[in-house]
């Protein structure tokens, strides 16, 4: 059977494969054929990541099914001080307080956090290949309208800059 490999990147290729393949085989393929080190690569199949020691036939895996690649970047060690660093919440939690009675800026705080856990539950894969590939490449992010269809970013925004001028 022919599966196709995609990068995020939109690299891709298609391979030949049997469905007795392990995953593991299929990632030599893809190193050879994209040159992405099998260490570095992470399989998907409708979101599921592939492990090394399953097979193919194990995830469902049809002809002319697509898989996605995502490469991890290599572990590095990382600073001593790295790792002591305060997180996101506390930083932003300080600057709340600076603008906020601290009852309030706990509120604000907790809300705020309520409102990433659920956003962050709702992204899709698209939408992280869409974000990936802006944050790589620097193409314009594209809004979805409601209809199915894509709508530009700089369409939104513009719309928004006329509503403000009114």
């Known amino acids: 059977m022919f599966l196709t490999v995609k990068q ?7 391979l030949k494969v ?6 593991a085989m299929l990632k030599k393929l893809v190193s050879e054929r994209l040159q992405v080190p099998e260490e570095q690569q992470h399989l998907l199949f409708r979101g599921q990541l592939l492990a090394d020691d399953k097979r193919l036939s194990d995830y469902r895996i049809r002809p002319n099914s697509s898989i996605n690649v995502i490469m991890r970047p290599l572990e590095k060690t990382e600073p001593k001080e790295a790792h002591q ?30 409102e990433h856990k659920q956003r962050l539950q709702r992204i899709s894969l698209g939408d992280l290949e869409q974000l990936a590939r802006y ?25 928004e800059e006329e509503e403000a001028d009114q």
């Open 8 to 14: 995020l990147l939109g690299r891709r290729c298609s």
């Open 18 to 23: 049997s469905g007795q393949e392990s995953v």
């Open 85 to 114: 660093s305060q997180p996101l919440w506390h930083h932003l939690g300080q600057v709340l307080a600076r603008h906020f009675r601290p009852p309030d800026a706990q509120a604000v705080l907790q809300l705020l956090r309520q």
């Open 135 to 159: 944050l790589l490449t620097k193409e314009p992010l594209v809004e979805p309208t409601g209809d199915g269809e894509p709508e530009a970013q700089s369409t939104r925004n513009e719309e």
